[in-house]
């Protein structure tokens, strides 16, 4: 049985992922800021437990990541200020990698976006543009790391079935391409137990090919 932590439990990503994750058979803890998301995330399978990854330390963060064999960060600020942006999709993903080393937890799933990097092309009077700001300093620290990382970068979100379909490294822009929640986590969870998924960035959108043949044939 593998342990991984779930970093942003309360998300519909997140939710989704620790269904699939229990289901398997793996030991799930997904932490969450606000104690009041305790049932619902534990009605998933998965095992709450409360850490403000906003406000935490590095350290405090590697002692609730320690004895775990993956995290999935799927944290965000969700929109807001972009203060609050920047400090959770930055600074404290950029601190929770940090920790993951720290605690001896190699392998590492970010939750990024199709076209993030410093070449976003995002206006800065766009409400979107601390967002990308952040993720693609977050998604370069990872890089740079010694971890076993994984960038997931699906497009525009939607609340669509799983089907289990994807096409990688599609052409155009996060907003063109449509990907549901579900299928983000179906890769997710596919990622976690695909070593060729291991020091890529993976672009994606719901497509044509079932997901371990598009990731592997993609590698």
């Known amino acids: 049985m593998t342990r991984i932590a779930i970093v942003g439990g309360h998300g519909k990503v997140a939710l989704e992922l620790s269904r699939i994750l229990a289901a398997d058979g793996q030991d799930v803890t997904s932490f969450i800021r606000n104690p009041d998301h305790a049932a619902g995330v534990a009605a998933t399978g998965a095992t709450p437990a409360v850490l403000d ?26 929109g807001g200020s972009p203060e609050r942006t920047y400090a959770v999709d930055r600074d404290a993903a950029i601190r929770s990698m940090d920790a993951a080393g720290d605690a001896g937890v190699g392998r590492y799933i970010m939750v990024s976006y199709l076209g993030a990097g410093p070449d976003h092309g995002v206006p800065e009077d766009n409400g979107f543009y601390a967002y990308a700001e952040a993720k693609a300093a977050a998604d370069a620290y990872l890089r740079g ?23 990688v490294n599609p052409d155009g822009t996060w907003q063109s391409k449509e990907t549901s929640r579900a299928n983000v986590a179906l890769v997710a969870a596919a990622a976690l137990g695909l070593a060729a998924t291991i020091r890529r960035t993976i672009e994606f959108r719901d497509g044509s090919l079932p997901i371990a043949a598009a990731l592997e044939a993609s590698a």
């Open 53 to 78: 990854v906003e406000n935490s330390t590095t350290a405090e963060i590697a002692e609730a990541l320690r004895n775990h064999d993956a995290v999935v960060w799927s944290a965000g600020a969700g």
């Open 145 to 167: 790391t010694s971890l076993d990382w994984t960038i997931l970068g699906p497009g525009s979100l939607t609340d669509g079935p799983g089907n289990g379909l994807i096409d």
